[in-house]
């Protein structure tokens, strides 16, 4: 049986970290990069976790984990190495119905965390399923030679034009042809040469060629022109 692949919505909900150490700080900052609000339980914290603390990036109970810790988390992530407490926190998470990954203990999973490329909104996964994380890791630096900084532009002006030329009243069938006439490697090129003039130009040539009106236009300006 295979893992679900899923996208989750973290913003403003509760995320739990149980430890205090190396792992939590990863864990830790990877749900507050997708705006979760983070809650460390731990009887002591590394130096990079007590920063955050103190900036208020994540709140601290400073204490062993406890049954009933879980309730009212939308999300928790045990990073102890404490076997006892591992199958202690999977029990409740069971119970209570949570999502719950234990760091490298895949049978006390109902979720795990692939590796992920970031650039931006776009987000690239590798998973094994949690049979080889270190093989995903490698993959994920494969794809790092591949998907540059410039996706991040790329990603910014696509999503900046959608919600435009979707609103323009043309069919759905009118709207996919203008979306797939926009040549992303073409795209990417103008971004890699830095020609932001060059690259409104065909654009722009591109949408009105589509019919598309000049509120497309104004968006891709408004987003080369920050």
């Not at 739990?16 to 792992?23: A, E, H, N, T």
């Not at 603390?53 to 009212?72: K, N, V």
């Not at 996964?125 to 790092?144: C, D, I, K, Y």
């Amino acid at each position: 049986m295979g893992f679900y692949p899923v996208s989750l919505e973290l913003e403003g909900r509760d995320c739990l970290v149980i430890g205090g150490g190396r792992v939590a700080v990863r864990k830790a900052r990877g749900l507050l990069a997708c705006g979760g609000l983070v809650t460390v339980i731990s009887p002591e914290l590394v130096p990079e976790l007590a920063a955050m603390e103190e900036s208020g990036e994540i709140l601290w109970q400073r204490r062993p984990y406890s049954q009933g810790d879980l309730a009212g988390f939308f999300l928790v992530i045990a990073a102890t190495d404490d076997q006892d407490v591992q199958r202690r926190i999977h029990e409740e998470a069971e119970k209570l119905g949570v999502l719950l990954n234990v760091a490298d203990v895949p049978q006390y999973c109902n979720f795990i965390l692939p590796a992920t490329l970031r650039r931006g909104d776009l987000a690239i996964s590798v998973s094994t399923g949690g049979r080889s994380p270190a093989l995903a890791r490698n993959l994920r630096l494969q794809l790092e030679k591949t998907f540059g900084e410039e996706y991040i532009l790329l990603v910014e002006i696509l999503g900046a034009l959608r919600p435009v030329i979707l609103a323009e009243g043309r069919s759905q069938e009118e709207n996919e042809k203008v979306f797939l006439s926009l040549d992303h490697r073409s795209i990417l090129d103008w971004i890699r040469a830095g020609d932001h003039q060059g690259l409104r130009e065909y654009i722009c040539k591109t949408l009105e060629h589509g019919g598309c009106g000049e509120a497309s236009r104004a968006a891709v300006a408004r987003i080369l022109d920050r």
